[in-house]
């Protein structure tokens, strides 16, 4: 079987012959684009029966093109682990995903929606021996991550890349659109809302105070900045400070000396996900509690330092729930 499986994979990575799609998949010609409905993102399309189900066959049009999908896929990878907790959330388990195991050690709320579900682990690195040993009908990836090797993926099945320059709500209803979960998703972005709108009036209270989003990599700090993170400040309404290192480029970076310069009111804080430890939870943290410079920061003295899941420090709408909880239950109180 594994000689077979790598006989294949050769001809996938050496060859440009287009692989067979998914079951139930077609790529998009004129004919099958006149019978196939396009969906937009956000619409629910109850099905002619009345069975509330939404209509298949549809077209999906995403970063790469566009791909008629001729009934709702039940097989669908995950190749990125920002794009999985997506569907996580709308209560679908993609059959694989990358990093799926590993996440779920370290992330407290990946965890809680990944509870009760089977999703077979690619690794940090993606396997494509095991991809291709699940048979997807539907591979998903994002633009910021994996969207660079669409080709590659589209000659094992049918592929899609997740526009992530957009903001998580419409990435969201993208995703839903793909896998049938409109009206699940509406339920979601109405909770997602709510909480919003409570992490804001929490914010009101803090007025004039200033606020700084970080990252602890151990050794220093990674800055979230209000330009990549506009939910907190512009939407919830936090007050950040200026001057902050990288002007919107992710991964500014600032060591001790120069946070104690910045002196935030608030800090809310998450580890690296990626270099955290899920034996030692928030330890990447904690490594900083008795550095001289810490203990005289000013939102130390005056407790007001918050810890966030370590999803709350990328592009995964889960982590946005954590942020928006932080600030809630924080500065609600």
């Not at 970063?63 to 709702?72: A, D």
């Not at 669908?76 to 195991?101: N, R």
């Not at 590993?102 to 009760?116: D, L, N, R, V």
């Not at 902050?244 to 500014?252: A, K, M, N, R, S």
Request: charged residues 25%; proline residues 5%.
């Amino acid at each position: 079987m594994k000689k077979k499986l790598s006989g294949i994979l050769f001809v996938i990575l050496a060859t440009a012959v287009v692989a067979g799609c998914g079951a139930g998949q077609t790529t998009t010609d004129t004919n099958t684009a006149n019978k196939a409905q396009t969906v937009e993102a956000g619409a629910s399309q109850p099905d002619t029966k009345g069975t509330g189900e939404p209509v298949y066959p549809r077209t999906i049009k995403h970063t790469m093109g566009e791909v008629t999908l001729e009934k709702k896929p039940e097989r669908v990878a995950s190749v990125d682990i920002m794009g999985t907790d997506y569907f996580l959330v709308l209560d679908f388990a993609p059959i694989v995903s990358e990093g799926f195991e590993s996440t779920k050690s370290k992330s407290p709320i990946f965890a809680k929606y990944a509870e009760g579900k089977t999703v077979k682990d690619l690794g940090g690195k993606t396997n494509l021996e095991t991809l291709l040993e699940m048979d997807p009908e539907v591979i998903v990836m994002t633009s910021t991550g994996k969207g660079s090797r669409f080709e590659e993926f589209n000659k094992m099945a049918s592929s899609i890349v997740i526009d992530f320059s957009v903001d998580a709500p419409t990435r969201l209803m993208k995703i839903a659109e793909v896998i049938g979960k409109e009206e699940k998703a509406k339920q979601v972005l109405a909770d997602f809302n709510k909480l919003k709108s409570e992490a804001k009036a929490a914010a009101d209270k803090h007025k004039g105070e200033t606020a700084l989003f970080l990252v602890s990599n151990g050794k220093d700090f990674t800055v979230m900045h209000p330009k990549n993170f506009p939910i907190y400040y512009e939407e919830v309404g936090l007050t950040p400070i200026a001057g902050l290192p990288g002007d919107g480029e992710i991964g500014g970076r600032i060591g001790i000396e120069a946070l104690s310069e910045l002196a935030p009111d608030h800090i809310f804080i998450a580890e690296n996900r990626r270099s955290a430890k899920a034996e030692e939870p928030e330890g990447l943290i904690h490594i900083w509690k008795d550095h001289p410079v810490w203990k005289n920061l000013k939102a130390v003295k005056n407790n007001q330092v918050y810890t966030m899941d370590t999803l709350a420090g990328d592009t995964f709408f889960l982590g946005e729930i954590a942020g928006l909880e932080a600030i809630k239950n924080n500065l609600g109180k």
